[in-house]
């Protein structure tokens, strides 16, 4: 999740908390709160599907890297292998069956090996004759087949990744938004009570970000507090 956004939808929780152990009995106010609490639990949705998102992506990365070994290893070697026997009979099947494992990316990759299974199922009998193996060949379909799904899964989780992180952005300026809207009526309520106006100042705001220069020992501008503690009103 963006940093920013983080900062705003934790501040939206704390502000739903104050609000929850300090109700206002104003009908006026009822309809921010519960804004509040909405904005607050599709925020809570969409990091959760944001995070799902990259779980699929890292997952059908490792799957990709995986199968293309295992593909290189035993089904792609045997085609190799026989196509270069076969080329002794057709010369053409030579190249047909020259596989270069450096293929730089996943897609060339998917290419050239369908490209190869493709051919193999054109000559089968002609392979069948220098020692390609039916059931080898069926593997690599297979296994290509599931190649395929684990790049389908990695284009859609980070579709649906890039999707949530958009909305968590508008979610959390829409939280600010609405938090403004509640630290009028608060100020004015807490007005006499400089210990609740306090505590409800500090949980409607917005902590700031490190600040470059401040990591590690280094002294941060002058008139500010440390590094993750200086804080800023929504408002």
Not at 157 to 171: I, M, N, S
Request: net charge positive.
């Amino acid at each position: 999740m963006n940093a920013e956004s983080r900062r705003k939808i934790e501040m939206g929780n704390s502000a739903l908390k104050f609000t929850g152990a300090h109700p206002d009995t104003d009908p006026g106010a009822a309809p921010a709160v519960t804004k509040l609490e909405q904005l607050v639990g599709r925020a809570d949705e969409l990091a959760a599907a944001q995070r799902d998102g990259m779980i699929h992506v890292r997952a059908a990365a490792a799957r990709k890297v995986e199968l293309r070994r295992e593909m290189l290893a035993v089904p792609i070697a045997h085609l190799a292998q026989v196509g270069a026997m076969a080329a002794r009979e057709d010369h053409e099947l030579g190249k047909t069956f020259r596989f270069k494992p450096g293929a730089s990316t996943f897609l060339a990759f998917r290419t050239a090996a369908r490209g190869m299974a493709s051919a193999a199922e054109a000559h089968k009998e002609t392979l069948a004759k220098h020692g390609l193996v039916p059931s080898v060949l069926e593997e690599l379909g297979r296994m290509l087949d599931e190649f395929d799904a684990a790049v389908a899964l990695g284009s859609d989780g980070r579709v649906a990744h890039l999707g949530a992180t958009r909305e968590l952005k508008a979610v959390a300026q829409e939280i600010v938004r609405t938090v403004r809207v509640m630290d009028g009526r608060n100020r004015l309520r807490f007005a006499d009570d400089g210990e609740l106006l306090g505590s409800w100042l500090g949980a409607s705001r917005v902590l700031r970000g490190r600040r470059a220069g401040t990591e590690g020992g280094a002294a941060a501008p002058e008139g500010t507090l440390p590094a993750g503690g200086e804080v800023r009103p929504a408002a």
